[in-house]
């Protein structure tokens, strides 16, 4: 089945000279010795904001040095089409930028920054399924200084093509699901699912399938988790497997380290995370492709924290260390998305949420530069999976960029990933609260 066509829109390669003339009163602090950043809105999508270096005004846009990426938008064919939906209230479509001085945030209520000046782009985006477009590339005046000169603001805002394939659990992770590819009005089941509880003999089964795999590979298992009884409330053993239609298993999340409760509370802490391998099958046995790493914040944001790191293939050794993809948070009462952006501004990641990470920074390299790390392969828009928040039903709809499936168990991993990050909302509730039957193991519901 054909994928789904989508467009990145992408802004960066920030820039701001301010000349001398236009430097205000004393009073005010002049751009060049204050933060700058600026506030990036398409029409349908959520606000995004991104740092704007400052530049001396005699020096030129260093054009020779790696491109930065500060923002981008990810278009759906539905997204598109109500773009470009004509209306008598609103004008041709454009990108708007405002540029502050100062600091981001608000103070006492007050917005902090100082508006300098505003920019638009028109779009125009018939066509860019299929090829790319650059909409801007240069400079251009923002606001006025005291003696009619103007600020100059370095910008580029370009779109790619960007097609991906989309899956659809048609049920919660818990319930052994069927996952659907969709193609438009078009849905074809792909893979089936299976719960499980790991090393147990609770009423879900581990898969038949994977009992010689599972036995065969503990001792790396253990190297990665903590297989050991631990004291105080756990939820521990938790495991889904993903089988193609045939039946064979493709990929699967195994809990490697229980989530606890920290001591003196009902919550699993940051310090002491719960944690996930995500394997695929090699060589007879499986083999650890990322490690999930998930616990409950504290304080305003009281979501599910997690980080997603990529474990390098070193022919079985066990030396290297893994490559942070994803760290962000979720809400726990509205759920979010969970995205591996490498270089894909609105936080990088995950939405809504904040976050950094080596190599995959909003203002990093990213994917303008196709800067690349070593033993990490993937670039630019890699996968995003919906998340929904606590006590609601949950079927995770999964985007994979096409570039980064070569074969039915690299679609089959992230699937895998988009489960475990779904069952992470459920292991990190707090431990006051039940959970649903099916996660719970036969001695827990006798208890």
Not at 165 to 172: N, P, S
Not at 369 to 374: D, F, Q, R, S, T
Request: a positive charge; proline letters at 7%.
């Amino acid at each position: 089945m054909d994928p789904c066509p989508f467009v990145r829109l992408l802004v960066g390669n920030l820039a701001l000279k301010v000349p001398v003339a236009s430097k205000p009163a004393r009073s005010v602090v002049h751009p060049s010795s204050s933060p700058c950043f600026c506030k990036i809105k398409l029409k349908n999508f959520p606000l995004q904001t991104a740092v704007v270096p400052f530049i001396p005004p005699e020096n030129q846009f260093p054009d020779g040095q790696v491109q930065t990426l500060a923002a981008s938008f990810h278009l759906s064919k539905a997204d598109l089409e109500k773009l470009a939906a004509k209306s008598i209230f609103a004008g041709k479509l454009c990108l708007k930028i405002a540029v502050y001085t100062g600091r981001r945030g608000t103070t006492c209520g007050v917005n902090s920054g100082r508006l300098l000046g505003r920019v638009t782009v028109p779009l125009d985006l018939a066509g860019t399924e299929t090829r790319p477009c650059v909409f801007h590339n240069g400079w251009i005046s923002v606001g006025k200084g005291t003696k009619g000169s103007s600020a100059q603001f370095h910008l580029n805002v370009k779109s790619e093509p960007d097609p991906r394939f989309v899956f659809q659990f048609d049920g919660e992770p818990e319930c052994n699901p069927q996952v659907f590819q969709i193609q438009g009005s078009i849905r074809q089941p792909v893979f089936t699912c299976k719960f499980s509880f790991r090393n147990t003999g609770g009423p879900n089964q581990r898969s038949r399938s994977l009992q010689s795999e599972t036995i065969s590979s503990r001792t790396w298992l253990s190297s990665f988790g903590s297989e050991r009884e631990r004291p105080g409330r756990e939820r521990k053993g938790w495991s889904i497997t993903v089988h193609d239609l045939s039946g064979s298993p493709v990929a699967a999340a195994s809990m490697v380290t229980p989530f606890v409760a920290s001591p003196g509370s009902d919550r699993v802490s940051r310090s002491n995370p719960g944690s996930w391998l995500i394997l695929r099958p090699g060589d007879g046995t499986w083999k650890p492709w990322g490690r999930l790493e998930a616990w409950r914040e504290r304080g305003s944001s009281d979501g599910l924290g997690y980080r997603f790191e990529l474990i390098p293939d070193t022919n079985g050794g066990m030396g290297a260390a893994g490559i942070v993809l994803s760290e962000s948070t979720l809400g726990s009462n509205k759920g979010g998305k969970f995205v591996i952006d490498l270089g894909g501004g609105s936080n990088g990641r995950a939405t809504p949420g904040s976050a950094t990470s080596p190599a995959c920074s909003p203002r990093s390299s990213g994917d303008f530069g196709y800067g690349l790390w070593p033993y990490c392969s993937y670039r630019g828009f890699v996968m995003s999976a919906t998340v929904e928040g606590e006590g609601k039903c949950s079927k995770p709809s999964v985007e994979i960029s096409v570039q980064h499936v070569n074969c039915t168990e690299d679609a089959a991993a992230f699937v895998a990933l988009a489960a475990a990050v779904d069952l992470s909302m459920d292991a990190c509730r707090l431990f006051s609260h039940k959970l649903r039957k099916e996660l719970c193991q036969h001695q827990d519901l006798l208890g």
